[in-house]
């Protein structure tokens, strides 16, 4: 069974940090590409950042281009986001999620993050 355990999500002011953690379990995690997506109030799911199975290719929305940093540990089955500089419009539901070509297609069950003063 496909499993997620996500943490690090919470309530952060305007250009503060947070790190995003997921540990997978139930599939050979170095051999599946990963993702982060986010589901934004009033405007749906939202792909926000890929890493391929060894890491060594990532990929991100536009939006959070040198701001956010995907990563993974593939001996601890384990894909961050760390998000740098954050915005109110990155406040948001994050999941991580299995992917191909960056389609989420297993998700985990969510962190609400937001950004406030």
């Known amino acids: 069974e496909v499993q997620f355990v996500e943490s690090g999500g919470g309530m952060v002011q305007p250009g503060g940090s947070l790190r995003l953690s997921c540990t997978a379990s139930g599939f050979t995690f170095s051999s599946v590409e990963m993702s982060w997506v986010r589901q934004v109030p009033e405007k749906g799911y939202e792909w926000v950042s890929g890493?391929?199975?060894?890491?060594?290719?990532?990929y991100y929305k536009d939006s959070v281009k040198g701001r956010f940093t995907i990563s993974r540990d593939n001996a601890q089955n384990i894909v961050y986001l760390q998000m740098n500089d954050l915005r109110p419009e990155d406040t948001a539901l994050y999941y991580c999620a299995t992917s191909f070509y960056c389609v989420p297609v297993y998700w985990g069950q969510g962190l609400q993050v937001t950004v406030s003063s």
């Open positions: 890493i391929h199975d060894g890491g060594s290719h990532t």
